[in-house]
T-cell receptor, first 110, second 117 residues
Framework: EDKVVQSPLSLVVHEGDTVTLNCSYE??????LLWYKQEKKAPTFLFML????IEKKSGRLSSILDKKELFSILNITATQTGDSAVYLC??????????FGTGTRLKVLA | NAGVTQTPKFQVLKTGQSMTLQCAQD?????MSWYRQDPGMGLRLIHY???????DQGEVPNGYNVSRSTTEDFPLRLLSAAPSQTSVYFC????????????????FGNGTRLTVT
């Protein structure tokens, strides 16, 4: 059965710090990996990764996929209090399902 | 552009009652799905649909029914509510189609918070 594991479960940092969030997966017939940010309501889409070694970047956030080692990381540089959220990763395979991990709760202190 | 709309936002049920959570999207997305989110459990897939007339089970389908008579709507029915179904429910859709569904991200509604007493 497909499985997604995120670490750490939670993280507290100070503004200006850099954080790295991890997502490992065990899937057959991997297709894509997605990152979402969830504040109080609906998860919002950040990145979709399908190819190994190609970094996706949006402002202070970036992400990369390693299909050989079956993991992805999400980096946030110069963190701000507005980055406080739960970060979710999800994988898709050949089964028409998006399977999510349990998330990493990030708190950024002023 | 409304995106994915879920109603109601909040609902309280008594054990044994039935109800339908509504989900509608105006993006002409073929793929729609329902998730529940519980503390420490992440988002768990209940049911999904790859197009009108086609539905399938996700990870936690027991106690829930779905149907997809139109592209726009994907209601989730609780047949006989139980306290274990207390959760936040999210509907999500994607523009992906067929075997290329994975090339498109999910777009989420704002959720329905359900309490079963």
């Amino acid at each position: 059965e497909d499985k997604v594991v995120q670490s750490p479960l939670s993280l507290v940092v100070h503004e200006g710090d850099t954080v790295t969030l991890n997502c490992s997966y065990e899937v057959t017939n991997f297709r894509s990996l997605l990152w979402y940010k969830q504040e109080k309501k609906a998860p919002t889409f950040l990145f979709m990764l399908t190819s190994s070694g190609i970094e996706k970047k949006s402002g202070r956030l970036s992400s990369i996929l390693d299909k050989k080692e079956l993991f992805s990381i999400l980096n946030i540089t110069a963190t701000q209090t507005g980055d406080s959220a739960v970060y979710l990763c999800a994988e898709t395979s050949g089964t028409y399902k998006y399977i999510f991990g349990t998330g990493t709760r990030l708190k950024v202190l002023a | 552009n409304a995106g994915v709309t879920q109603t109601p936002k909040f609902q309280v049920l008594k054990t044994g009652q039935s109800m339908t959570l509504q989900c509608a999207q105006d993006m002409n997305h073929e793929y729609m799905s329902w998730y529940r989110q519980d503390p420490g459990m992440g988002l768990r897939l209940i049911h999904y649909s790859v197009g009108a007339g086609i539905t399938d089970q996700g990870e936690v389908p027991n106690g829930y029914n779905v149907s997809r008579s139109t592209t726009e709507d994907f209601p989730l029915r609780l047949l006989s509510a139980a306290p274990s179904q207390t959760s936040v429910y999210f509907c999500a859709s994607s523009s992906g189609t067929g075997l290329d569904y994975y090339n498109s991200p999910l777009h989420f509604g704002n959720g329905t918070r359900l309490t079963v007493t």
